[in-house]
DNA sequence: GTAGCCAACATTGCATGCAATGCTACAGTG
DNA sequence: CACTGTAGCATTGCATGCAATGTTGGCTAC
C-alpha cells in the first residue's frame, strides 16, 4: 500500500485529473505553458501513464491544447472566448427548458426544480458561510432544468460546455456583497419564470428567458476583469489573458 | 519498418481511432458490447497502450460508454438519442449563423459559401460517382459556416457535436435518386437563404433557418430507419436500436 | 554580426510485465 | 431447487524501459 491518500477515488487517474485541474483553474501554471509528463510526475506523485491520461482528458475538456508534435499546454482564454462559452452554454439551457416545456408531461415533474427555486430564494441573504451553499443550491437547480430536458444527447453536451472555465452556471457568482445580493434577486426572478414557462409549456419564452440568464454569467465575468480585489480572490482569471 | 501502411499519420494512435471508428459505424459490433483491449490487439495489429488512449478518446466523442469497474462497451443509441444530437446541431448551427451575421465586417467574407453554395447546387444533377463530391461539397459548405461564426469555442463544440453518428450535417445524404434529388433542392435553397440571411445582418433569420436546415438530416434519418433496401447500404443503421 | 547547422538533451510514443480487481462458473449446502 | 461461497480466469490499472522524434543551445562559416 502505497502513501498516497486513495480519496476521491481508487483510480490514481480519476484523483490526477482533479487535482490537475483544480490546479489549473487555481492559476498555478500560465497560460500557453507547456505540461510535460516528467514535471508532473514529481509534481503529484504519480507514474507517466494515468499522468498521461489525465492530461488527455482535461485535453478534450478543453482546457489544454495539443501540441501538434506532441504533448500538451495549457490552454490560452482570450476574454471573448469565455463569452463565447458563456452564450453557448446559455443557448443550450435554453435548448434544454425548451425540451422541458415540449416534453413536460405532468406538472409534478416540476415539483423538484420549484423546491430548489424556492430554497435559493430563501437562501438569499448570503451570509460568508452561506455562499457555498448558495451555489450548490443554485447548481442543483440548472442540473435539474438539464434532467427535465430528458435528453442524454443534450445533457451530455451541456456537461461538456461547462467545463469551459467559467462558462458553468455555478461558476463567478463571487463573493462581492453588494452585486451578490441584487444579482441573486434577478436570478431568483429569472429562475422562477423559467420553470413558470416550462409548466406553461411555453418552449419559446423559456428558451428565450435561460439565454437571457446566461448573461449573468456574462456580467459577473467582466465585473470580475475590472476588479482588482476579486482577481485576488479568484486566481483563476489569470487564465484569461486581457486580449 | 512494420507491414502497416502508416497512411493517415506516423501516430499509431490516430490510426487505430480512425480504423475503429470505422469499424464501429460500420457496424461491426453490437450495441452494449464489451471491446476489451485485448481483444482489439489481435483485431488493430497494436498494442494495448495505444489502443486504451484510442478507446478513452472515442468514449469522449460519445460513441462508447465508461463502464464503471473498467473499460469500454459500445454505446446503444435509441432514435431518440440521434434525433436529439441532431437537433442539438441544429440549435449550434443557428448558432453560428447568427453569430455569422452578428459579427460580419465584410460582404466580401461571404466569398467562399457563395462560392459553394453555387458549387453544390450545380452538382445537383447527382451521379453515382459525382454523389461524394456533393457529400464533401455540403460538409464544406457547413464548415465554412462555422468559421463564419468567429468563435473558437462554438466551432468546438460543434465538432464535438457532430461525432454522434448521424448527427454531421454530412451524414446520411444517402443514394436514393428520387428523396435525393428533391432534397438536395430544398437544401440548396436553404442554403442561399442562410447565407442571405448573413450578408443582411439578420441574425434570428439565420438561426431559425439553419434550426429547420437541420431537420432535413432528421427527415432522411428516420426515411432510413424504415427503408429496408438503405438498411443494407449503411450498415451503421443498425447501431440504432428500435426503442 | 547573423544565419544556418549539428550535436546533445529533453520529451513523448509505444511495448510489455506485474499486480489488483472484477467476473463467471461451478460446486456444495440449506 | 435456489442460493451462496469460492476458485480460477479475464481484464484492466499502473509502472517502467526503450526507441524515435522534437527542441534547444552553441558553434562555425560566411
Redesign the pocket.
Known amino acids: 500500500?502505497?502513501a498516497t491518500v486513495a480519496s476521491n477515488s481508487?483510480?490514481?487517474?480519476?484523483?490526477l485529473v482533479l487535482a490537475l485541474r483544480k490546479r489549473i483553474l487555481n492559476g498555478e501554471f500560465s497560460p500557453g505553458e507547456?505540461?510535460?509528463?516528467?514535471?508532473l510526475v514529481s509534481l503529484l506523485q504519480?507514474?507517466?501513464?494515468?499522468?498521461?491520461?489525465a492530461l488527455e482528458r482535461l485535453a478534450n475538456e478543453g482546457l489544454l491544447d495539443v501540441?501538434?508534435?506532441?504533448?500538451?499546454r495549457l490552454r490560452s482564454f482570450g476574454l471573448a472566448d469565455i463569452r463565447d462559452a458563456i452564450e453557448i452554454r446559455g443557448v443550450l439551457e435554453g435548448t434544454a427548458v425548451r425540451f422541458a416545456a415540449e416534453r413536460l408531461e405532468s406538472a409534478e415533474e416540476l415539483a423538484q426544480v420549484k423546491r430548489l427555486t424556492l430554497e435559493a430564494t430563501m437562501e438569499i441573504p448570503i451570509t460568508l458561510e452561506g455562499f457555498a451553499r448558495y451555489l450548490e443550491t443554485n447548481k442543483r437547480f440548472h442540473r435539474e432544468l438539464w434532467r427535465l430536458a430528458k435528453s442524454a444527447s443534450l445533457f451530455r453536451e451541456l456537461e461538456h460546455a461547462c467545463k469551459i472555465p467559467f462558462a458553468a452556471p455555478e461558476a463567478l457568482v463571487f463573493g462581492v456583497a453588494d452585486l451578490e445580493q441584487s444579482t441573486a434577486f434577478i436570478a431568483a426572478e429569472q429562475h422562477r419564470a423559467i420553470v413558470e414557462a416550462i409548466e406553461n409549456r411555453e418552449g419559446a419564452r423559456a428558451e428565450a428567458l435561460a439565454r437571457e440568464h446566461s448573461r449573468i454569467s456574462r456580467r459577473n465575468l467582466e465585473f470580475a476583469l475590472r476588479s482588482k480585489e476579486l482577481s485576488n480572490r479568484l486566481p483563476g482569471l489569470t487564465l484569461i489573458s486581457n486580449q
Not at 481508487?10 to 484523483?15: A, G, S
Not at 504519480?46 to 491520461?53: F, G, M, Q
Not at 501540441?67 to 500538451?72: A, K, L, R, T, V
Open positions: 500500500m502505497l481508487d483510480k490514481q487517474t480519476e484523483r507547456r505540461l510535460t509528463e516528467l514535471g504519480a507514474s507517466r501513464t494515468p499522468i498521461r491520461l501540441i501538434p508534435s506532441g504533448g500538451f
